[in-house]
């Protein structure tokens, strides 16, 4: 029995300190030193004792606290409470006894108690305690943190223990400690059993710990395995769902599929039965032109006979009537002479007959109404003048045939226009032609043996054309045309009709402009002759089948066609064939076939009867806006552009569109760098097609500018008299702030386009000044067109804004405030970006307009005088003012604006308005001429450079450096230099360094003159000896030198400034090889080298021999250097001291393969040099 108290003893200790229950801890400790059970309280003492968590001095501090209240009552309080406690916990062991009862009758069962062998117990004294502890802390530490459930059983079962054992003090400290259950009530669970914790003792003892470990991770499984399983429940719960989804969709979409097999049976069905009746029609068709063609020759030899019929009536009516019926019966009895005379004349009686046939006699009678009405007479009787007629007849078919042909061949219309006159010749006086006309009088076979006789012309004109065409010099084919056209309207075979169709399109191998107009010409008279089946069928397949020839002209063709040949077709052919083969023309190669694509869509869209294919169309546009050639975007904007606008009427589209590409396009681009939060992480790098297709799409944003112009005139909802006029005056615009009336169309441009510009202007960099410019002229477009009043109350606030500013939107509805609002910048960077990219806009292209000049200087002097002398964020952001400034010069007009207030900063007597003076002039230099910047830019820079403020002179010698980079004007230089050489007076190293660092920039672009004086001074400069004893200082004097030299070799010089000034200069230098950067170093030496033929070491060891010195040194270019050997004779050496270069010509004459080209990739050559030693040396 010891044993088991001391494990369960052991068992509580653990628990008590693992769970933190410390005052129940220390409290058994008191009652198992008081009880005698030392041995169970080592460990209690052990923990309490442990410094680490109660330090001395804390335990100290406590016992040296005095006690406030008297020592008796101290313990009179302590008896109190004692008492008092006592009760209390015999109240709950009542009411605990009274729950046990209960819980003993409910359960009915009495739980066997294991009674295990105290001798076995006795046995395993020695070792099991030390064995339980290892394993219940190995099972503790496996089973991971309590579970709240396992905690409230063991409290239970530990408070049940400590009442067991008699340790009522510690019960009642258990029970203060546990605040988080009521220990006197216990749930009726699995764990709830009389003398619980030796239970859990016996039962853990008679298990093993293998069978321990594998029920718990039993019982971990079933846990894992309820949690799959609900899972799984959930999961097929949501499976069966999505079955059942899945069946209805199948059973719905069998039956769709069921009902399209069936439909498509059916429309094969259709398709047979089409196919045989277009076939059938076919048959038909070419029956029909057969027909056709031979009425057209018989129409045509009854027209002429007719004619000529009309012409002898006019005649006659023209004469009294009485003299017509004498020479009517003159006539008459000259007949019956002939007849007379025909057996033995008959080539007279023939001749005779043929007039009389032309004249065809006629019995002219006259009504009343003095109408005349023509009877023909048949005079010819006998068999022989009839053979006779017969022949003059058929003759005078044939006759007609050919003058046909030969009038269609000089006027393409003719028969056009004499099938109209034929067809109008049965309606005079709405009555049909009499049944006894003169062209119906025994005629019959006369009509057939002339058409048969048309129509073997026509097929033998037809059969020869393709053999006579390839042996028509090719500048006079065009004369073929007529031929060509009657044939393919005349023949009656389709397919002699499409090869001579072909050879139509064909004709000209490379047609030029010229005879492209008259093969079209003539493609438009044969569409409008034959109708528009014949069009579809025979002229447009040919040009289907062009549309992918080898030659541009021929493809040109076939574009110029698309709009011709649009208006003699069916409309369903005209958005559906003829798109397709513009569609497909857009995106050819050549650039004037892409242009005609564009030119005859404007020409097609007006014959669209719907808008079915106008989202197609919309996109075909935005394409050609997108194209990489300037004739084909010129043509898109000027003549496409305006043609959808007014097909479709969708202009609030096309701008919705135009603004979302504009802005993708510079989205997409990469940033400037990829420092989040920067301003350079805001700006993008624009390719060179992306910059193109930006600068598109403004320059179609200006041309849309009327059409929104107008749009907002005609939904205007107020009446006003302005507004007639085109402008949009301040009273209108206080009815617009109302809100009481929408009025999008307007509303569009300073509520839409005005902030996304704003958007892309955030967005491009200082280098597109391009870009920028077409935003500028699109808002003094927008100011021009919406009138002072709109550029006033609505455009210059939007800018304001946007630039941080504050501004007045009165004029603004309250619904559109927090948008504008919006485009303030809230942030350093956005402010910065503001400065930089929209307030360029709001200069040059707001307060830039004629009516805002004044208020272009205000704001300009505000910006640049007042916020200077106020020191407020313009100071911080004066860069990003210059750079607005520079833009604002890019304009000639505005030139006048900025400089005088350039000369009210040059004047002030603030230093940083005049070094901020400096900086503008020297970044507004390139966009001024020579004449400007002799009379404004040079005086200030001069007054500038007199001023005794060092940083202002500094500043002012940049600005010269710049003057002198653009000018080669020789007044302009000759003022330079005599600046420059009051600067060099001054003997500073700053001012020395600033001049030849500021002139340096200008070797590449300026004159001779200029260059001989910056070398000069380096010569001089360098010959001088250095004070100064920093090494700081004589590098950076060294170093302006050296890449002034090295700019300077890259240059054309002569040779006498090359002997008197640069080798002497380079000699200079050398000498102080401590003040040099390396790659400075090698860069002289082998321009030395270059110069003269001769490595620097060679010159120091004959300089050493002269002197009698022995020289050590060797030189990196000497005979095993990195630039090879070479053999060097014949050179003298150079003096000790610098010396005036013109006394002396010891340096040799310069190699005579030496070039300019030569040194600038000499000069490439060192830059590498340098960039090798430089990583030589970080290593």
């Known amino acids: 029995m010891d044993v088991e108290r001391s494990s369960l003893c052991n068992c509580v200790v653990n628990f008590l300190l693992e769970e933190k229950y410390l005052l129940t801890a220390f409290e058994l400790l008191q009652e198992l030193l008081e009880d005698g059970r030392d041995d169970q309280a080592i460990r209690l003492r052990e923990f309490f004792s442990d410094s680490a968590q109660f330090p001395p001095n804390l335990i100290s501090r406590f016992n040296s606290l005095r006690v406030a209240d008297p020592q008796s009552l101290l313990e009179e309080k302590l008896a109190l409470e004692e008492k008092l406690a006592i009760s209390d916990y015999e109240l709950r062991l009542a009411q605990e006894d009274i729950t046990k009862l209960k819980t003993d009758i409910d359960k009915k069962i009495d739980l066997p108690k294991n009674n295990l062998n105290e001798s076995v117990a006795a046995d395993n004294v020695n070792h099991e305690t030390d064995f339980q502890w290892k394993k219940s802390d190995a099972c503790l530490s496996d089973l991971g943190p309590l579970k709240d459930n396992e905690r409230r059983d063991l409290n239970f079962a530990i408070k049940e223990y400590l009442l067991l054992a008699g340790y009522r003090l510690t019960t009642m400290t258990f029970y203060e400690e546990v605040t988080d259950q009521n220990l006197d009530v216990w749930d009726n669970t699995p764990a709830c059993v009389p003398d619980a914790l030796r239970h859990y003792y016996y039962q853990y003892l008679s298990s093993t710990s293998q069978a321990a470990e594998e029920k718990i991770a039993i019982l971990r499984e079933n846990e894992s395995l309820l949690k799959a399983n609900e899972s799984s429940k959930i999961e097929k719960e949501s499976l069966l769902k999505k079955k059942e989804v899945s069946n209805g969709q199948i059973s719905v979409l069998t039956k769709s599929l069921e009902v399209l097999h069936k439909e498509l049976k059916d429309r094969e069905n259709l398709v047979q039965d089409l196919r045989k009746a277009l076939e059938h029609q076919r048959k038909e068709l070419y029956d029909c032109r057969a027909e056709i063609a031979a009425l057209k020759m018989h129409i045509e030899v009854s027209r002429s006979l007719q004619n000529l019929v009309a012409t002898d009536v006019d005649v006659v009516q023209s004469q009294p009537f009485e003299k017509y019926k004498e020479e009517i019966k003159v006539l008459q009895m000259e007949i019956e002479r002939l007849k007379e005379k025909s057996t033995n004349a008959p080539d007279s009686v023939v001749s005779a007959y043929s007039e009389s046939m032309q004249t065809e006699e006629k019995v002219v009678e006259v009504d009343e109404n003095k109408t005349v009405i023509s009877h023909p007479v048949s005079l010819v009787k006998s068999e022989e003048a009839q053979s006779f007629a017969t022949r003059s007849f058929d003759d005078n078919s044939i006759k007609l045939t050919k003058d046909v042909l030969r009038e269609s061949m000089t006027n393409p219309s003719y028969e056009n226009n004499a099938l109209a006159n034929i067809q109008s010749i049965p309606k005079q006086n709405d009555e049909p032609p009499p049944e006894d006309s003169g062209l119906n009088l025994k005629s019959g076979s006369l009509s057939s043996e002339a058409d048969k006789a048309g129509l073997g012309t026509i097929h033998i004109l037809a059969d020869a054309l393709p053999k006579i065409v390839p042996y028509v010099l090719i500048n006079h084919r065009e004369e073929l045309l007529p031929l060509i056209m009657c044939a393919i309207e005349c023949h009656p075979d389709g397919s002699m009709r499409d090869s001579l169709t072909h050879t139509l399109f064909n004709l000209i191998k490379r047609p030029d402009e010229q005879q492209r107009k008259i093969i079209m010409d003539a493609c438009v008279t044969l569409a409008k002759n034959v109708g528009e089946m014949r069009t579809e069928m025979e002229l447009l397949p040919q040009c289907w089948e062009q549309i992918n020839h080898m030659y541009e002209e021929r493809r040109l063709l076939v574009a110029q066609s698309c709009g011709q040949l649009a208006e003699f077709v069916r409309p369903e052919i005209r958005d559906s064939l003829i798109l397709s083969i513009v569609q497909q023309l857009i995106e050819d190669a050549a650039t004037v076939v892409r242009e005609a694509a564009a030119r005859n869509l404007a020409m097609l869209l007006p014959l669209f009867r719907n808008l079915d294919k106008y989202f197609k169309v919309e996109d075909l546009m935005f394409q050609l806006t997108g194209d990489l050639s300037g004739v084909v975007v010129e043509t898109t904007l000027k003549e496409l552009v305006p043609a959808v606008i007014k097909w479709g009427n969708k202009l609030d589209h096309i701008l919705t569109v135009l603004l979302s590409n504009i802005l993708s396009s510079a989205q997409h681009c990469p940033a400037l760098s990829g420092v989040e939060g920067s301003m350079e992480s805001q700006l993008r790098v624009l390719g060179d097609r992306d910059h193109w297709k930006i600068e598109v799409l403004l320059r179609m944003l200006v041309e849309l500018l009327p059409f929104v112009r107008q749009n907002a005139i005609e939904t205007c909802p107020f009446s006003s008299a302005s507004l007639a006029r085109g402008a949009f005056p301040s009273t209108l615009l206080e009815l617009y702030a109302g809100g009481h009336v929408d009025w999008p169309a307007f509303e569009w441009m300073h509520a839409n386009c005005f902030p996304d510009l704003i958007l892309l202007a955030c967005m491009l960099p200082q280098k597109e000044d391009n870009l920028r410019n077409r935003v500028t002229k699109f808002l003094l477009a927008v100011s021009e067109q919406f009138g002072?009043?709109?550029?006033?109350?609505?455009?210059?606030?939007?800018?304001?804004?946007?630039?941080?500013?504050?501004?007045?939107?009165?004029?603004?509805?309250?619904?559109?405030?927090?948008?504008?609002?919006?485009?303030?910048?809230?942030?350093?960077?956005?402010?910065?970006?503001?400065?930089?990219?929209?307030?360029?806009?709001?200069?040059?292209?707001?307060?830039?307009?004629?009516?805002?000049?004044?208020?272009?200087?205000?704001?300009?002097?505000?910006?640049?005088?007042?916020?200077?002398?106020?020191?407020?964020?313009?100071?911080?952001?004066?860069?990003?003012i210059n750079y607005a400034v520079r833009f604002l010069c890019t304009f000639e007009e505005y030139h006048g604006v900025v400089f005088n207030i350039l000369w009210e900063m040059v004047v002030s007597s603030n230093s940083d308005m005049k070094i901020n003076a400096a900086n503008l002039l020297k970044v507004i230099v390139p966009y001024t001429d020579a004449k400007v910047a002799s009379t404004h830019v040079l005086p200030a820079l001069v007054t500038l450079g007199s001023e005794q403020d060092l940083d202002v002179k500094y500043a002012s010698i940049d600005a010269f450096g710049a003057v002198a980079q653009h000018f080669k004007n020789d007044t302009i230089v000759d003022k330079i230099r005599v600046q420059m050489d009051a600067f060099l007076e001054d003997g500073s190293q700053e001012a020395t360094v600033a001049v030849v660092r500021a002139l340096v920039v200008a070797v590449p672009q300026t004159t001779d003159r200029l260059r001989d004086y910056l070398l000069s001074k380096i010569f001089h400069l360098s010959a001088m000896p250095t004070s100064s004893t920093d090494l700081m200082h004589r590098r950076e004097r060294a170093n302006a030198f050296c890449e002034s030299i090295r700019a300077l070799d890259a240059s054309d010089l002569s040779v006498t400034s090359v002997q008197d000034f640069l080798l002497p200069a380079i000699q200079n230098l050398l000498k102080?090889?401590?003040?040099?950067?390396?790659?400075?170093k090698e860069a002289l030496e082998i321009i030395l080298k270059e110069r003269t033929g001769v490595s620097y070491d060679t010159i120091s060891k004959a300089t050493g021999a002269h002197l009698g010195i022995a020289s050590s040194v060797t030189s990196f270019f000497g005979e095993g250097g990195l630039l090879g050997k070479k053999e060097i004779a014949g050179l003298l050496p150079p003096p000790l001291e610098p010396v005036e270069p013109p006394a002396t010509n010891t340096v040799p004459s310069l190699p005579a393969e030496d070039t300019r080209f030569r040194r600038i990739m000499r000069r490439s050559l060192t830059d590498m040099l340098r960039g090798k030693t430089k990583t030589a040396e970080d290593k």
């Open 788 to 880: 002072d009043s709109y550029l006033t109350y609505l455009m210059l606030p939007v800018f304001l804004v946007a630039v941080g500013d504050n501004a007045d939107l009165t004029y603004f509805p309250l619904t559109i405030h927090s948008r504008i609002k919006c485009l303030r910048p809230k942030t350093v960077v956005a402010e910065k970006l503001a400065t930089m990219c929209v307030l360029p806009l709001l200069l040059a292209g707001v307060l830039g307009s004629p009516s805002k000049r004044d208020q272009l200087e205000d704001y300009l002097r505000k910006l640049l005088v007042e916020g200077t002398m106020k020191e407020n964020h313009s100071l911080k952001h004066s860069a990003e």
């Open 1072 to 1080: 102080d090889p401590d003040a040099l950067d390396p790659a400075h």
